[in-house]
DNA sequence: TTATAATTGAGAATGAGTCTCAATTACAAT
DNA sequence: ATTGTAATTGAGACTCATTCTCAATTATAA
């Protein structure tokens, strides 16, 4: 008999605070947000959640989406020109990202020295910062080599 | 009797290396996002060219900011879930954002140490980084204040 | 002047995301 | 278990930024 794992706490205690509940269309959501490894947009969830059998609307997909940002497991990574982007946060450390623009992929990479550095930066300016987002576009090992061959 | 302004040679010459024509309509729209001080979105853009009595429909002003993007005199800042904004990067050195949460503030900042820093990391990953955005969102010191007196 | 190709604008189309609302469901109190 | 109340759901309508279509216009070169 397994216990109830620890996301599935953290969300139904967010919504029981607030008077809400945790439905099976709700739990059908974040099992699959929870499951998911990489970066995500809501429609390929919804998707998922289909093909999976599991019954949730694209509205309920989206609105879960927001309570999940809202409660902190999952966050926004950024807002493309086809949609929104989102990643587990949940068990998933703060990172920023380096963006392929030859391929799409991301690498995913963490520096003291850059989290330290932008404290000093929002001090300099009298700037209370909380949250943040760099992303370095580029080119990936791959598509260097890619290039170099045209 | 005035120069061409450099923009707009800058402007018109792209536009001839690629077969295509500097029109009056991407004229006036050059001459408005040259003239804008700060970050600005498509449809204020819009509504100010009609306001001075310049021609171009809304069709134009998008058409010819992607334009303007290609040829560097312009650049794209963020995606909000309003739009896009974009602000002029000729004669604007590049620079990275502090974004206010409670008035929706931005100040612009440029530190050396920043850059060199994520070129180091770049190297690190192998990855050939071209352009990035800094985006480090909080409250400025306005907004401090404000909140601490509630 | 003419042929050719680029440009324009009005409005239709697209598509992500939100909203509406009647029907369903969860919950708590009896 | 029954009932009352309030939250939730899903289908599809709606919004709104942006892109597309296409006939009419305009610039350019021959
Ligand atoms: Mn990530
Ligand atoms: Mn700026
Ligand atoms: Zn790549
Ligand atoms: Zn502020």
Redesign the interface.
């Known amino acids: 008999m397994r216990e109830k794992p620890i996301q599935k706490q953290v969300f139904s205690r967010f919504l029981k605070e607030r008077g809400q509940r945790f439905t099976k269309e709700r739990s059908a959501i974040l099992e699959k947000t929870m499951s998911r490894n990489g970066h995500f947009e809501p429609e390929t969830l919804y998707i998922e959640i289909r093909k999976a059998g599991a019954k949730a609307s694209r509205a309920s997909v989206y609105r879960t989406i927001s309570l999940l940002c809202e409660c902190g497991l999952i966050e926004q990574v ?4 086809h949609g929104t982007v989102y990643e587990r946060s949940f068990g998933h450390e703060h990172h920023d990202h ?1 963006l ?2 030859g391929c799409g992929s991301a ?1 995913e ?1 963490y ?1 003291d ?2 989290e330290r ?2 404290e000093d ?2 001090r ?18 791959k598509c ?1 080599k890619k290039k170099k061959q045209t």
């Open positions: 950024r807002k493309t020109e380096m392929c623009i690498i990479f520096s020295k850059l550095l932008q930066l929002c300099q300016q009298g700037f209370q910062g909380t949250t943040h987002t760099l992303e370095i576009r580029g080119y990936c090992r260097q």
